[in-house]
Each structure stands twice: as C-alpha cells, then as structure tokens.
C-alpha cells in the first residue's frame, strides 16, 4: 500500500488559496496558502538555478522565518534534501556536518552570516535571506522561473536531514521522509483534534523536530495559520494566548 504524499502547497492553493498560511510576528507579514505555493515553486526554481537537482542537499542556516518552510516545501517540488542546521553550533562544530552532507549550497539568514561565510569558503554558493538587493534571496526568487513541480512525494524518499548527536560520537544525520511526515500528521492531528481553523504557535528552533513537526508542518498539512516568532517569550505568549 503507498503512502505517498501529493504535493501539500499546490493542493493548499486550490483547498483554501486565501487562508492564511503564516503570520509573521516581528513583521506583521502574511502570506496565503495560494501565496506560500507560488513562493515554494519559485524558491525550488532558485535552487534550480544553482545547480541544484533531485536527491542534492541544500544547507540551511536561519532563525524561525517563514522562508524555511518555502524552501522546505521548495526543496520538495524539487526532489532535493533540506539540511537544517543548528545555529547554536559554532563554525567549526558544524564544519563535520557540511562535509558530512556535502550541500550545494548554503542559505543563511543575517544573525548567522558570519558563520556562513566561515563554512562556504571558495566553493560552496552561498544565498542570503536578508540580502535586500538584487542578490537577496527575495529579489532572485522572486525572479525565478516557477517549478512545475512534482505530482507525488514518495513515501520512503528523503525530505530533509536533522543532525543529532545521539549520546556519543560525532553528530549524525537524521533521515525524515514525507511518509514519516504523514505519520506524524495523522497523529498529532488525532491526538490534538487539530482542525483548519485552529492557530498554532512556532517557537521551537526549526533546526530540531519539535519546531518543524510540533505542530507546525501538520498544521500547514490541516490548512490552519501558523504564526511565526523566532525564540519563545513568556509575556509575549500569554498576550498571544
């Protein structure tokens, strides 16, 4: 029996293409479910550009933003393996993880750049998410072409890597396929009656499963709004609550 995924933003697009799919708390910014899949499409047309093809790794190095979850969802119109990677780690802790995974390329958000441009050197592209110019990430997305994407994400094909170190030895790579993704759907959505017009709070660090699977990925699967904020605030949460 194949549990495969379709393609979760374009379904989104034409389910409920106004709903909000992300507030951003800093910002203010919204986005919409039919926005977030035309951004992903384009993202994955980025990534396309740099070389980037199915089965590739692409490092990404930010704080909670709703553009990791446009390359999350890009990364899977793609075929391609999201490496999110923890930004408490110091340059040379994460130096094993990059030759461990060999990516592509690097995005880094601006409290990391310093970390970034340790890790790239000469060889690995490196995009930035703050860069407002034409350079930017924005404004190249923007200009890409949008990828048609792919009809099934197979159930037993990588999505994304999350490195732990476990209790001993160096930090390993955590393989996370789209049917563990469903998996995981179906039971925080049983476990927590988690509806379309539920809200859900995304503080958790995004380099960590909590941050992308509790619960904000069921959430966006479901149709709800996430809200996005990069670290958690007790005052900040309760006037939220």
């Known amino acids: 029996m194949s549990f495969d995924l379709f393609d979760l933003t374009a379904k989104r697009a034409i389910l409920s293409p106004d709903a909000v799919a992300f507030e951003d708390l800093n910002s203010g910014a919204r986005v919409g479910y039919a926005e977030l ?37 890009g990364c899977a119109k793609l075929g391609a393996v999201l490496v999110p990677l923890n930004w408490r780690m110091p340059a040379p802790e994460l130096e094993p993880l990059i030759a461990d995974c060999t990516p ?7 409290e990391d750049a310093d970390a970034a441009v340790a890790l790239t050197g000469a060889s ?17 997305r923007d200009r890409a072409r949008a990828h048609p994407g792919r009809e099934r994400w197979p159930q037993d094909e990588t999505w994304y890597l999350l490195y732990t170190s476990g209790t001993t030895g160096q930090p390993k790579g955590v393989i996370q396929t789209y049917g563990m993704a469903l998996a ?8 927590m009656g988690l509806r379309a017009d539920d ?38 949460t309760i006037d939220l609550l």
């Open 104 to 110: 592509g390329l690097l995005i880094h958000g601006h």
């Open 184 to 191: 995981n759907y179906v039971n925080i959505a049983q476990a």
């Open 37 to 73: 899949d035309a951004r992903s499409a384009r993202a994955a047309g980025l990534m396309g550009e740099f070389g980037i093809r199915a089965g590739d790794r692409v490092a990404l190095l930010c704080r909670n933003r709703i553009e990791f979850f446009e390359l999350l969802f």
């Open 199 to 236: 809200t859900t709070l995304c503080f958790l660090p995004l380099f960590h499963t909590g941050g992308i699977n509790l619960t904000t990925l069921p959430a966006l699967i479901m149709g709800a709004q996430v809200l996005v904020t990069p670290g958690f605030d007790l005052e900040a």
């Open 124 to 140: 690995l592209p490196v995009l930035d998410l703050d860069d407002s110019g034409a350079a930017g990430y924005a404004a190249r």
